[in-house]
């Protein structure tokens, strides 16, 4: 029998989060310091063979040999810690073999299918490009949701030269080899035998330098090809533009196609994969992307969504894995309970921001509101503060007034905190990127506050690694990510010297001796009974289990509190 209570607290964190490699973070675990504090961890997938996006761009889902091995695994389950661990369900990376074989054999490969074809898509529904592509007509696309400006395509080259656009939801990026003399002379001369000038004369050395320096220069300046300016030597525009286009290489996220079965075979094979990781929880990440129709908002179309839910989930339970949709909304819009009402467990995104809101307010009369309603309505949460996606505030909508989520805002910008909006909309905020403890104003009373208000309210609580080491934004991270960079604050990869003198802190001890009460007291479980009481300032919580009792007593004008 498991030491653990079933809901026990979950470390999330990179696998190279803390000391450089998932293998010292287990050694970090099995410290004295450490035991009974977790009895789940969710490793984000940079722990896969991955090219981008810190994981979320999968090539496939073998173990990252660099960050980790299939015996850091072993260890982890010989502290009883069980994993969480990443399906991304709606794109794999174009690194991919299959989308490389696709890039390989064109409309002949094996997986031509496999990614969504955009003009196969959307034939009938829109009209031909001079670009290559279909342009929706309106009244398919008026209601649908893009993540970027424009349409989500990348156009991609066929070994016959075709460029055929791929559905792309999410990054893109198109590299282009830089050419030098050599590449000119022999770029103009092989495209002049392809059209039949084989006897025009060769470029000169020095005339092909000086056309590679000037093409090499554009695109340094983030010039795609077509825009290059050739100048007086415009007569090798074309030949240049086919040399360029020929060797070029992608980056990217592919959506892929649910309406192939090779798709379902992957999907298959990948829980499979990770089930013998030694998972128990999966969360499924961009779920609600997955299933596209022309017409529908191509974000959770329903009933579309729950029904490739439903498939995921007839595999996971073949391979004894529980599922984690994991999907932001606002809370007027009613999704975390659509989800939970199909019998998922779903995240708590409404946590972190209500209970700054009601730190702030010195009232916990949100908090109070919002546990009540997980309780009455029987909701699975996994609850957290930080994470690496900054702390939520689109989801807020709808529970406060957007007044107060704006002064929410304010004040974590205001300690420092960064804003990504959707499409630079200001209504339209989705997360403030901030460690939680900057976000509390780098205040050691308030984060032991907030963990503890965490560790009592209804769910399985997930810690993010920073806050709990007390860490800071990191500017200088944000700064050297460039453009896009600003969740970057709260991603520092703390070494080995860093978590000694971390570990010395009292606000992290007392975290940590917090995490430990809440493993282990045989009060807690999801199937205990959680009564909740507020008295003016004061919010009592109040778990029980089969004769056991343990209580949280808070204060929110002195952020005091007392476990009983």
Known sequence: ??????NGPMLNAYPDSCGGTLGDIVTMLEKKEFADTFSSFYILPSIYNTDLDRGFSVIDYGINEELGSKEDLDRLRALGIDLKLDFILNHASVLSPQFQDLLKN???????DFFINW?????GCGDMTEEGY????????KDMFFRKPGLPILMVRMPDGKEIPYWNTFYQEVQYRRPDAQDVISAVSDYNEKNGNAGAPRVQYMVAGKVAELVCDQLDDG???EEIDFGKYTKYREAILEFLSCGRKYLGQMDLNIKSDLVWEHYKNTLKTLSGYGASIVRLDAFAYAPKEPGKKNFLNEPDTWDVLEKVRQIAD???????PEIHDSYGAGIYEKVAGKGYMTYDFFLPGLLIYAMEKKDGDVLYRWAKEIQDKKIRVVNMLGCHDGIPVLDLKGFIDDSEIEKLIETIVGRGGLVKNLHGQKNMYYQVNSTYYSALGADDKKMLFARALQMFMPGKPQVWYLDLFAGEN????VERAGAGGHKEINRTNLTKEDLEEMMKKPVVEKQLELLRIRNTNPAFGFDSTLNMDKQGSVMTFTWENGGNKISLKADFATYDYEIL
């Not at 064109?106 to 031509?112: D, F, P, R, V």
């Open 134 to 141: 279909i342009q929706p007509r309106e009244e398919y696309i």
């Open 474 to 477: 990191d500017y200088a991270a």
């Open 1 to 6: 029998m498991s030491k653990f209570v079933d």
């Open 318 to 324: 073949e391979n004894n894995l529980r599922l984690l």
């Open 106 to 112: 064109g409309e002949k490969s094996k997986y031509a």
């Open 119 to 123: 003009n196969k898509f959307w034939d």
């Open 223 to 225: 010039k795609k090809p």
